[in-house]
């Protein structure tokens, strides 16, 4: 069902608290072929993850980024409780804006922090995946990366940057004050398992909690 055309009617049937979490996505030209296949496959697992956790479904929302093209920055998904999210199909082509990307998010999790507000519903820090094949191509994705990093220190947002072989995890991980990650080969799938896991340990917790996640090299803990 979509809710694009009233804010907030969705919480009317469900007052639950929400987790938010933003997947910015890599769409550019690079990642066609094999890689976009993977990504597509991960993306289906996550939704199917999601929803069959009955906690989880009701209180994780997500919205999917695509970045790709010169500077296009691409809402593939509006934000949607998980009991609705649909798996958007990526298409690769152009650059690669992450730093137009990252700005989005942080304006699209600070608006959604508003409607949860003016509804009543209490909310988890807002967690963004970044998820990146190579290296930012924006003129001011630097500026882009420090408000990222501020805003994670003001307790805003939870940053993960990740990358496949080849990206640059220097670059990627300025978005953060934690350093990337590198994905095992093309394991979409698996990232999306232990994000859909991740999303229903932090959906369950109480703000302002540290939580354990699963697979403990992997950002063992975190502030919610």
Not at 7 to 26: H, K, S, Y
Not at 84 to 101: E, H, V
Not at 103 to 118: C, P
Not at 167 to 186: C, D, H, I, T, V
Request: proline share 5%; hydrophobic share 40%.
């Amino acid at each position: 069902m979509s809710h694009d055309a009233i804010p907030g009617v969705e919480f009317i049937d469900n007052a639950n608290q929400r987790t938010p979490c933003v997947l910015v996505l890599d769409a550019s030209g690079s990642m066609a072929g094999e890689p976009l296949k993977q990504l597509n496959l991960g993306l289906k697992v996550f939704e199917e993850q999601l929803k069959s956790d009955l906690s989880a479904a009701l209180k994780v929302q997500v919205l999917v980024l695509a970045v790709g093209g010169h500077d296009d920055v691409e809402v593939l998904q509006p934000w949607v409780d998980a009991v609705d999210f649909n798996a958007p199909t990526i298409k690769a082509g152009g650059l690669t804006p992450l730093g137009a990307g990252m700005e989005t998010a942080l304006q699209e999790v600070q608006q959604q922090k508003s409607v949860y507000d003016a509804n009543g519903i209490s909310s988890t820090r807002p967690w963004v995946i970044l998820l990146s094949d190579g290296c930012p191509t924006d003129l001011n994705w630097e500026q882009s990366a420090s408000a990222c990093r501020k805003a994670e220190t003001d307790k805003k947002v939870v940053i993960f940057p990740i990358g496949t072989e080849g990206a640059n995890f220097e670059a990627l991980g300025q978005f953060s004050n934690k350093s990337a990650k590198k994905l095992k080969g093309l394991n979409f799938t698996e990232l999306f398992v232990w994000l859909s896991r991740s999303m229903a340990t932090v959906s369950a917790s109480v703000p302002g909690q540290k939580v354990r996640l699963p697979a403990a090299d992997e950002w063992a803990e975190v502030e919610i």
